[in-house]
T-cell receptor
Framework: GQQVMQIPQYQHVQEGEDFTTYCNSS?????IQWYKQRPGGHPVFLIQ?????EVKKQKRLTFQFGEAKKNSSLHITATQTTDVGTYFC?????????????FGTGTQLKVEL | EPEVTQTPSHQVTQMGQEVILRCVPI?????FYWYRQILGQKVEFLVS????????KSEIFDDQFSVERPDGSNFTLKIRSTKLEDSAMYFC????????????FGPGTRLTVT
């Protein structure tokens, strides 16, 4: 079945440093979504990418979808303590009618002052 | 802002007992989902539901699991005979359209099977 991997698994940064997490799917995706989960919380939708090669920005966050629609990345510029949490990519496959999200393994971000 | 709600927030049950987890999706949404997350691991898809029937389910969603939309607002997940390995956080989600629309997650129910 479809598998979605993310690297790194953990990342510790000093506040103000940049952060990037990479997401790779074993199969081509219809779209990819990114979610943030704070410790003890639930996944919160950040953004969705649909088109091949798409780049979207939200303030300090930049999201990219690969040309082959099998990989994606999230880059945070100048991290802040509020960025702490686990970032998951979640892909929707091109087949299947149920719209299931296949979540990546997640990257846990810790930001130190 | 509308949100998905789930009850209870924490359920403790003994192995072999039946549990029902409840969710109230966002009112105008049409697609409903259950996911689970074992502590420290990734979120796993269980089932999706549309137009009063299951549209997709994972290998995890075996005969011990069932879902129901008993009325116009609730969406439930039943586990008939719980096992220790069913201990996890269960998230309900909903979306107002299908494939290309974001899913809104509820706060989750932490199920502990002893």
């Amino acid at each position: 079945g479809q598998q979605v991997m993310q690297i790194p698994q953990y990342q510790h940064v000093q506040e103000g440093e940049d952060f990037t997490t990479y997401c790779n799917s074993s199969t081509t995706l219809s779209n990819i979504q990114w979610y943030k989960q704070r410790p003890g919380g639930h996944p919160v939708f950040l953004i969705q990418l649909v088109k091949s090669g798409e780049v979207k920005k939200q303030k300090r966050l930049t999201f990219q979808f690969g040309e082959a629609k099998k990989n994606s990345s999230l880059h945070i510029t100048a991290t802040q303590t509020t960025d702490v949490g686990t970032y998951f990519c979640a892909g929707v496959g091109v087949t299947g009618g149920g719209n299931k999200l296949t979540f990546g393994t997640g990257t846990q971000l810790k930001v130190e002052l | 802002e509308p949100e998905v709600t789930q009850t209870p927030s924490h359920q403790v049950t003994q192995m072999g007992q039946e549990v029902i987890l409840r969710c109230v999706p966002i009112s105008n949404h049409l697609y409903f989902y259950w996911y689970r997350q074992i502590l420290g691991q990734k979120v796993e898809f269980l089932v999706s539901f549309y137009n009063n029937e299951i549209s997709e389910k994972s290998e995890i969603f075996d005969d011990q699991f069932s879902v129901e939309r008993p009325d116009g607002s609730n969406f439930t997940l039943k586990i008939r005979s719980t096992k220790l390995e069913d201990s996890a956080m269960y998230f309900c989600a909903s979306s107002d359209q299908g494939r290309d629309y974001e899913q809104y997650f509820g706060p989750g129910t932490r199920l502990t099977v002893t």
